[in-house]
Structures are given as structure tokens and as C-alpha cells.
């Protein structure tokens, strides 16, 4: 059964600590992409990774970090640097190869930091 | 400006009409168009996903992108109660989707 594997559904941290949410895709896909979701804001991208080993930074990536060592895996951290950082998290892959529009969520995590 | 710009709603009709939900896009470089279908606490769902102009059906649904207008819209037939949800539109910038800020759409029985 393929898809996209996001781990916790819920989180809960406190203030301060860094928090590292898993996303795992067996569709074989190249490329993968973090989102935050806000109310009312849409979907806002934070890195995306197009091959292993490689990711960039998107449009509010200042506190967070990520890695991409395998292309099944693509985990996403949450450092104490990031002011605001109760959210819906969604991860997301495409094919890529021409293909990067059609991108597939996972069910997403619901970080929340008091 | 933002990119892409969607009325975030809510829009409530009742069941069975004919729904129309629309996106307007600034970049006349945007080939790609898609639209999500996201249900309350669940990650989004690729429904549409049209190039350049026109018209898609698939099922209930027609995805139109006017160009010359730069205006994307999103179609529901025989609209169910199943139905409710918040639709995102989104449109393929530089390596990377731009999104609306999705309506929030409930079809009442």
C-alpha cells in the first residue's frame, strides 16, 4: 500500500525544545517538500529536497532544518529558533523529473508548543 | 499581491446544487494548475490537475483555466454532503506550488 508516513499525528513540546517530525514516502518519488498550515494562511513551504543529499530552503525556513541522507526519508526539525512554531506540519512528494506539480501529502502532524 | 488569490469563503449551499469555486493567479509564467480537496485534520488531496488552458472533467468535477484572464475554477455537480471541505487551488511556480488560502466549502442535506 503506497504512500506517505507522518509520525506523530499529535505532538506536544515545550517552549525551547527542539522537536523533529518524521516523514517517510514509499512511492519512489524524487522529491519532497515540508509545509506549515496556519488558519486561514494556506499552505506555506518551508524546504523541499528534489534528489538525496540535497534540499533547499523555501519561503519561511528561518528555525527550522532538515535532512534528506535516504529518498524514502525526509525529517523535518523544529529548533527552539523558531518563534512561532504551534502548527499543522504536512510533508509531501512528487515524482519529479517534470512531474514536481503533482504532489502527494501525507495525513500531517499537529505540533503544539506551550 | 499574493500569487494566487482565493475567496477563503465559507460557502455553504445546499445538497445537490452546482458549486463553483474560483482562483485568480498574477504570474503569467504558471503552465500547471491544480486544485486540493482537504478535509478537516487530514492532509490535502490532489482531485484536479490541469496545463494551460481549458477544461478537465472527471466524474462530478471541471477544472477551467482562463489564461487570458488568468482565472482557475474548480466545478462540483450534484454536489453531496461528502463533498464538505476546504478546496486549495495552487498553481506551479519556479520549482516550487504556490497556493491559495483555500474555501471552505459545506453542502448542507
Known amino acids: 500500500d503506497g504512500g506517505i508516513t507522518q509520525s506523530p499525528k499529535y505532538l506536544f513540546r515545550k517552549e525551547g525544545q527542539n522537536v523533529t517530525l518524521s516523514c517517510e514516502q514509499n512511492l519512489n518519488h524524487d522529491a519532497m517538500y515540508w509545509y506549515r498550515q496556519d488558519p486561514g494562511q494556506g499552505l506555506r513551504l518551508i524546504y523541499y529536497s528534489q534528489i538525496v543529499n540535497d534540499f533547499q530552503k523555501g519561503d519561511i525556513a528561518e528555525g527550522y532544518s532538515v535532512s534528506r541522507e535516504k529518498k524514502e526519508s525526509f525529517p523535518l526539525t523544529v529548533t527552539s529558533a523558531q518563534k512561532n512554531p504551534t502548527a499543522f506540519y504536512l510533508c509531501a512528494s512528487s515524482p519529479g523529473r517534470g512531474r514536481s506539480s503533482e504532489q502527494y501529502f501525507g495525513p500531517g502532524t499537529r505540533l503544539t508548543v506551550t | 499581491q499574493k500569487e494566487v488569490e482565493q475567496d477563503p469563503g465559507p460557502l455553504s449551499v445546499p445538497e445537490g446544487a452546482i458549486v463553483s469555486l474560483n482562483c485568480t493567479y498574477s504570474n503569467s509564467a504558471f503552465q500547471y494548475f491544480m486544485w486540493y480537496r482537504q478535509y478537516s485534520r487530514k492532509g490535502p488531496e490532489l482531485l484536479m490537475y490541469?496545463?494551460?488552458?481549458g477544461n478537465k472533467e472527471d466524474g462530478r468535477f471541471t477544472a477551467q483555466v482562463d489564461k487570458s484572464s488568468k482565472y482557475i475554477s474548480l466545478f462540483i455537480r450534484d454536489s453531496q454532503p461528502s463533498d464538505s471541505a476546504t478546496y486549495l487551488c495552487a498553481s506551479q511556480g519556479a520549482q516550487k506550488l504556490v497556493f491559495g488560502q483555500g474555501t471552505r466549502l459545506t453542502i448542507n442535506p
Open positions: 490541469t496545463y494551460s488552458s
